[in-house]
């Protein structure tokens, strides 16, 4: 008669609120009901192996290496678990000595849903990707590429996947990545300068905003997207892993917050070049923490609409809002000296932009009612391309998975898997770049956005004269990249003269 034993474990995946004795109990229920129905008879007591130990590795777990080492002795058929997980969490060396004790013993393993004979092939493979398919597995692997980025932060090398304001990523021949200072490394000095000779975050992001100068991500600048820059340990050249949680505890009725370091915590002097010298920085921490981020009003309120979205079309340069003591109407001036732009009301260029928004709206439903139809009939093919880029992906995924294993039993060389690892990474952004490519045109890109686009241009003309004009800047920086102007002859009171002037609208959207 086959001889059958039990093996019976408490992992992660299980409850916590269950105890390991209530798990133990509910499992031996479950395959013994199962061995009734598959065998005609549950297993004997003496062949059911508990494992009241938390191990994380079989070297730890008592009943696990009792059980391995009967299996050696060849006189067990088969060994019964719930699934093959509970055998090992899945770390290497484990998956390793399972299969070969298991293989070279005949063992098979038999779970209420399938029965592993590790001698074929197929139910090897199963049986492993089952084992890295477990929760403990995905936390194995996280440990492994958590240490890896810490190795990489106190290497000095930058591992955040979006550069700051001010570098470029830039890729290291041998590996990783650091930074490179780019044009706006420029504007992190001005802003840094600004701040420590006494302009606060609230009126300094109001007066990048007037400059025109645009932010990281193009979207408007706030105080506190200036308090970041302020605070960036990257300007002064150190690289960072791990987050400082802010606590917050309760001190004399007062909540008193601190950002102690834990453990995970690494600084290091980074291999980039720093932008701000340690005086300066350390200055605006200390007037940083002095002024903690007050959400008060300047009195410096937005009072063009159009700050920082029109340009001269002679010069380049932004065009400002000049107000008038004795008239009402301000204009809009070119303040560059020398240059021919003539100045126009802003009300009249205000006006100007909203006649010109709804002519774009205009072109925007013609487009989509003429485009849609046509595209459909190109999306089929895209389709198919697509699909072939997520087969290759997967099949590059598996590739890694199976190189891993490898490493780990020491059949490839450190070398050789990193090779791999930078092979498959690299390869994989490549097909990720074509399959966004493909996606976008998919999409249709254009036709995609126009749609969108059409019920935001609406609304932003139905609105518009409704909102205060800090809204209606608001609005016109979401929607519009830029407006260039120009008018070279002038006429203040001759009424065709004053709206003479020419705008040509970049739109965002
Ligand atoms: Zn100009």
């Given at each position: 008669m086959p001889k059958r034993i039990e093996y019976l474990r408490k992992s992660r995946t299980d409850s916590q609120f269950e105890s390991v004795e209530e798990v133990l109990e509910r499992h031996e229920k479950m395959l013994q009901d199962f061995c009734i129905r598959a065998f005609g008879e549950p297993i004997h007591q003496q062949n059911i192996y508990r494992e009241v130990v938390s191990g994380e590795t079989i070297s730890e777990r008592p009943m696990m290496l009792k059980l391995l080492e009967d299996i050696e002795k060849g006189d067990i058929d088969a060994v019964v678990v719930v699934e093959p997980q509970r055998l090992s969490r899945g770390s290497f060396g484990d998956i390793d000595r399972i299969v070969n004790t298991f293989k070279y013993t005949n063992t098979k393993i038999i779970t209420p849903t399938k029965t592993y004979d590790l001698n074929e092939k197929f139910d090897r493979k199963y049986f492993e990707q089952e084992l890295l398919r477990g929760n403990d597995y995905l936390e194995y692997v996280k440990e492994i590429l958590v240490r890896g980025r810490k190795r990489s932060v106190e290497d000095g090398l930058y591992i955040g996947s979006i550069s700051p304001y001010g570098y470029d990523k830039m890729k290291l021949p041998k590996k990783g990545y650091t930074l490179t200072p780019n044009e706006d490394a420029e504007n992190v000095k001005y802003i840094f300068d600004k701040f420590i000779n006494g302009l606060g975050t609230t009126n300094l992001a109001k007066h990048l905003i007037e400059m025109g100068i645009k932010s990281q991500t193009g979207k408007q600048w706030t105080p506190a997207m200036v308090r970041n820059i302020l605070t960036n340990k990257i300007y002064i050249g150190i690289v960072t892993y791990g987050r400082r949680e802010t606590k917050k505890t309760m001190k004399n009725s007062e909540i008193i917050k601190t950002r102690p370091i834990n453990d995970d915590y690494i600084e290091t002097k980074g291999l980039h070049m720093p932008i701000i010298d340690k005086e300066v920085f350390d200055k605006a921490q200390e007037l940083l923490k002095s002024s903690p981020s007050k959400n008060i009003r300047g009195d410096k309120t937005i009072k063009n609409p159009l700050a920082g979205l029109v340009k001269c079309k002679y010069c380049g340069n932004n065009m400002f809002r000049r107000p008038y003591d004795k008239r009402d109407m301000p204009t809009l001036i070119?303040?560059?000296?020398?240059?021919?732009c003539v100045s126009s009301d802003l009300n009249l260029v205000e006006n100007r932009v909203i006649e010109l928004l709804k002519v774009e709206l205009k072109d925007y439903k013609y487009y989509v009612s003429n485009y849609e139809t046509e595209y459909k009939s190109n999306s089929k093919e895209f389709e198919k391309k697509v699909k072939k880029i997520d087969a290759e992906l997967k099949s590059l995924k598996e590739d890694l998975q199976n190189a891993l294993i490898k490493y780990n039993k020491n059949k490839i060389s450190e070398a050789e898997y990193t090779f791999l690892r930078n092979y498959t990474l690299e390869e994989e952004s490549r097909l990720n770049r074509l399959k966004m490519a493909l996606n976008e045109k998919l999409k249709n890109e254009e036709l995609e956005h126009k749609r969108k686009a059409i019920p935001i241009l609406e609304k932003c003309i139905h609105e518009y004269y409704n909102l205060s004009v800090e809204d209606r800047h608001k609005l016109l920086t979401a929607i519009i990249d830029k407006i260039i102007y120009e008018k070279s002859k002038g006429g203040r009171w001759d009424e065709d003269a004053r709206s003479s002037f020419v705008l040509e609208l970049f739109l965002k959207i």
């Open positions: 070119c303040k560059t000296i020398g240059c021919k």
